[in-house]
């Protein structure tokens, strides 16, 4: 089942292209990373896809259908976003604003209350339950936010969409882990999964593809034991690496000369 | 340090386990005493009452039957100005906490959109215009009318400027907001230059803020407007919840932020244009009750609006009664007590902040 694909599509939300002609389907279960440098277009491509800016040509489907055939609840109920930087000032506690996630669905309390759980244990912010948002460090917000965006598509079946930009930027590196395993597990359930992410080590252990993005397209797609290449890091990162085989895993590992 | 832990303890503890219990308890006692101080704003004045006078005379106004003076204080007096009070704290307090978080400010007042600017100016123009022609009952309605005219107009004028065809911007109308009051402003002080001292008197009068201008027909506005808006914005309590998050990540949770947006508008701008138009600009109580109601039960809009409601009632029908009361037979405007009552009590709440999770 195609959860999300693009056809050539293009959005120019400020007049000059920020992304351009940009071809990709993903299936039920897989994770698409995107990487590329500053600028290049990962958090636009998301924005896109999530509604955010709009489509200047091209199309968009989700399932199949493009946004506008969805009514806006059921859209709620399949797609979930979290953006790069979180406005929330006011003081809520922890546990209120992961069950906001679950403002689009009518499962009632207790089923919610459910899923709340697992989803806390999933970023490991159990403790922080009866905190107040705006009393947490950085990384904390950042596992709070995750929880509520987990929340929302927890128990969506087949085509739930996950977008996650840069979702791993404020963790330690045993959060970073857990936040990995628990999108994989997600994954596992059938919900696709989009991230933009920086650390190429961590998308080449956790995606099946990764799309390159530079100047607004993309310059490499597929698996990353097979497109990541020395000659792409320097055109694209303007960077010189090594590329090994990972020890333990089947997955290349990127390291700085 | 151990000092400092010892709060953060206390602040867990304070701010999850006990919200949902504070919630309930704080609405209880809103509720309790909203009938209270009602029942003090009857017996008290340049003539106090017993509570069973009060309730003959209330009795008495019902049933049209005989009126002795206890009755005729009550029933032609008394009563419709505590009721307008109540109406018009509830309208600005509700609309207020609104206000706040649709703009995602606790700073927010519904006066920012322009409407209580626009209002003083629409009520001067006809002061200045009218002049002489307008005395007595006729005056103060044709005051009202102006006021909600200006106000309407200056709203309509912010929402244009700050929408555009990506939808319409809330930072943009913040900020069209405050120009629109500064531009209302000095056309204000333009009128104020030409007119004459009778007429400035009435401008500043009017400007202060007071219920003696109450009668039934006035309430019976009141409670029409009052009575829509009170149903209407707890119905966007879920929509303000997750707008608290952003604006986009309240539409990828199913809201549709725009027509909640220009809902929770034009609500706001015809509560506080009617309260403007019926009692003149009441600052304070829009801005400041929302805020106490938050330190004390959290954001949660299903609680934080209508308690903000009963706390914005409660208030305006203290100060009323005191206006009426500390220098009788003398009032002094109303504006002036809720801020004297209120600001104290504000800063003890400021001063202990951190305990309920304000950062700004």
């Known amino acids: 089942m195609t959860v999300l694909q693009l056809e050539r599509a293009s959005a120019a939300p400020w007049g000059a292209p920020l992304l351009q002609s940009l071809s990709l389907a993903l299936e039920a279960g897989q994770v698409l990373g995107l990487a590329g440098p500053n600028g290049a277009g990962k958090s636009s491509l998301l924005k896109l896809i999530a509604g955010d800016i709009p489509l200047t040509s091209g199309k968009l489907l989700f399932d199949g259908r493009v946004r506008e055939d969805w009514p806006r609840e059921e859209l709620a109920r399949k797609l979930a976003y979290l953006p790069q930087l979180s406005l929330l000032n006011f003081p809520y506690t922890v546990e209120e604003v992961i069950r906001l996630g679950r403002m689009p669905h009518d499962t009632g309390h207790t089923r919610d209350g459910e899923i709340l759980q697992q989803a806390m244990v999933a970023t490991d912010t159990t403790d922080l339950r009866q905190r107040l948002y705006t009393q947490l460090s950085g990384g904390e917000r950042q596992r709070v936010q995750l929880a509520r965006v987990f929340s929302q598509i927890w128990d969506t079946e087949e085509g739930g969409l996950l977008m996650l930009d840069e979702p791993t930027t404020a963790l330690d590196l045993s959060h970073q882990q857990l936040i990995l395993e628990s999108v994989q597990s997600l994954a596992a359930k059938g919900c696709a999964v989009v991230l933009a992410i920086h650390d190429l080590n961590l998308v080449a252990g956790l995606a099946d593809n990764v799309a390159i993005l530079q100047s607004g397209s993309i310059a490499a797609c597929g698996a990353p034991s097979k497109i990541f290449t020395e000659q792409l890091f320097r055109e694209v990162f303007a960077i010189d690496v090594v590329i090994q085989q990972h020890p333990n895993r089947s997955q290349p590992l990127v390291i700085s000369r | ?360």
């Open chain 2, 1 to 360: 340090m151990q000092a400092s832990r010892h709060v953060r303890a206390w602040t867990i503890k304070q701010a999850g386990y006990h919200r949902r219990r504070r919630s309930r308890l704080l609405l209880a006692s809103l509720a309790i005493a909203l009938p209270l101080c009602i029942l003090l704003g009857l017996a008290n004045g340049a003539v106090s009452l017993h509570t069973k006078e009060i309730f003959s005379g209330i009795s008495n106004t019902l049933t049209g039957s005989a009126q002795d003076q206890a009755a005729l204080i009550v029933g032609q007096i008394r009563l419709p100005r505590v009721l307008l009070a109540a109406l018009m704290g509830a309208i600005l307090g509700m609309s207020g906490a609104a206000m706040q978080g649709l703009f995602r400010n606790p700073l927010a007042d519904p006066s920012l959109i322009g409407v209580t600017a626009g209002a003083s100016l629409g009520a001067a123009l006809v002061i200045v215009l009218g002049g002489s022609l307008l005395q007595g009952y006729t005056a103060l309605t044709a005051v009202s009318i102006g006021a909600f005219a200006g106000g309407a107009v200056a709203v309509v004028f912010v929402y244009r400027l700050a929408t555009s065809s990506s939808g319409t911007s809330v930072a943009t109308m913040l900020l069209a907001g405050i120009a629109i009051t500064a531009l209302a402003g000095a056309l204000g002080s333009l009128l104020e230059f030409y007119a004459d001292n009778a007429m400035l008197r009435r401008i500043s009068l009017w400007k202060m803020g007071g219920m003696d201008g109450a009668n039934y027909p006035r309430l019976l506005v009141a409670t029409v407007v009052g009575s829509v808006l009170l149903l209407t914005l707890p119905r966007y309590s879920s929509a303000l919840n997750a707008l608290l998050l952003g604006e986009s990540e309240a539409r990828h949770l199913g809201v549709n932020v725009d027509s909640a947006k220009v809902a929770l508008i034009t609500w706001v701008a015809v509560g506080v244009g009617t309260s403007v138009a019926l009692v003149g600009t009441i600052a304070f109580v829009g801005l400041v009750v929302p805020h106490i109601v938050r330190m004390l039960v959290g954001p949660d809009h299903k609680v934080l609006l209508p308690a903000s409601a009963l706390a914005g009632a409660i208030l305006l029908v203290v100060a009323d009664t005191l206006s009426r009361v500390v220098m009788a037979p003398t009032e002094l405007p109303v504006g002036i007590i809720t801020a004297i009552v209120g600001v104290p009590f504000f800063i003890s709440l400021l001063r202990q902040r951190h305990h309920y999770g304000m950062q700004s």
